[in-house]
């Protein structure tokens, strides 16, 4: 599988943005997405995911009710809507992919099988 992120960008705080990660390669709806994101000098975290058929999803709780995460599997692409942004958002952005299809959506990065090459994400305050 090939994940592809793109739609980071600057926005100042309070603005939006759309990601979008479009994969290729093994049968896209087979598994369970995310994304994750890392901030300079911290470590990769869980932001949301999203089950194959895209009823279960879940969210951090420092985006909840801020962000939403979507799939498209006729597009092959899983989005993440951010509305409301603040600067502590700030960081690159990854979409994460997993094979199977799972109950309980994981928040571990061992937790994803392929990964895309990230997109950066700024918030001016």
């Known amino acids: 599988v090939q994940l592809q992120a793109s739609g980071g960008g600057l926005v100042q705080a309070g603005g939006s943005l759309r990601l979008s990660c479009a994969a290729s390669g093994r049968t896209f709806s087979s598994g369970t997405m995310a994304w994750f994101r890392q901030a300079p000098g911290k470590q990769r975290e869980f932001v949301a995911g999203i089950s194959r058929s895209g009823i279960n999803t879940r969210h951090a709780d420092s985006v909840e009710g801020r962000f939403t995460i979507s799939r498209d599997n006729t597009k092959n692409t899983v989005y993440l809507q951010m509305h409301s942004l603040k600067p502590e958002d700030t960081a690159v952005y990854y979409c994460?992919?997993?094979?199977?299809?799972?109950?309980?959506?994981?928040?571990?990065?061992?937790?994803?099988?392929?990964w895309g090459q990230g997109t950066q994400v700024t918030v001016s305050s």
């Open positions: 994460a992919a997993r094979l199977a299809n799972v109950v309980v959506i994981s928040t571990r990065i061992d937790g994803y099988d392929y």
